[in-house]
């Protein structure tokens, strides 16, 4: 089984579960996104692209990202257990997609949750998506050390593993860039949030869930065939 075989197996299982997750936050959250933006309109927003035009490109865009996680995906896969790809496919992936949905996903979701058209100064945008990205490399290498450091059956490490976790997301909340969201619906506001974090974790479900399988078949041929 080689690197490139799993990176493509990665890009298409992203495509996959991009696909989906996009055509869910399309079905739950394009109301949500219409009156959102019939806010801002209502507040002197301007519309550079028609809501077809839109509710296309967001589908595009979460098909690219599920491919770009995917072939990420792929890569980590091959160099955390190239010594023994058959093992246990599906638990690792699933073990590995879950580590990604934390670091990537969930924990910088925490600090910085996602907001709709309207709220936040555009003038803070690079600012904002600055301290983001720092956000999330924080995570990732909070979840990095914590697999590094856990584990099975090491009730020691693993709670080292989960202290590293909890001091990451307390750095986490130490950035600075809080957007105010004074005047805004409350309930529109977390419902979207609430749709934003589904699709995060469809997204990484579907990677790890369509790699996993993928490998399962494989190995389960391998199998056949060496027994033949």
Not at 7 to 18: N, P, S
């Amino acid at each position: 089984m080689s690197l490139l075989s799993l990176v493509g197996r990665g890009g298409l299982a992203g495509a996959c579960a991009g696909l989906a997750s996009g055509l869910v936050s399309l079905l739950m959250g394009g109301p949500l996104l219409d009156r959102a933006i019939a806010l801002e309109d209502s507040h002197g927003g301007d519309e550079v692209f028609s809501r077809d035009t839109q509710q296309v490109g967001l589908l595009v865009a979460a098909v690219l990202i599920g491919v770009s996680l995917g072939l990420i995906f792929g890569v980590l896969y091959w160099y955390l257990h190239k010594k023994d790809l058959l093992k246990d496919p599906w638990g690792r992936s699933m073990r590995l997609a879950g580590a990604g949905f934390l670091g990537v996903s969930l924990l910088p979701f925490l600090r910085f949750p996602a907001n709709p058209p309207g709220i936040g100064d555009a003038d803070t945008v690079d600012t904002r998506n600055a301290v983001w990205l720092a956000a999330v490399v924080i995570s990732v290498a909070a979840i990095a050390l914590a697999w590094r450091i856990a584990a099975p059956g090491q009730p020691v490490r693993q709670l080292a593993a989960a202290g590293v976790v909890v001091a990451g997301l307390a750095l986490l909340f130490a950035l600075p860039g809080s957007v105010d969201v004074d005047g805004f619906p409350a309930g529109l506001l977390w419902s979207f949030r609430l749709v934003s974090l589904l699709t995060l974790a469809l997204t990484w479900a579907g990677i790890g869930a369509g790699f996993g399988l993928a490998a399962v078949r494989q190995a389960q041929r391998i199998a056949v065939t060496a027994t033949a």
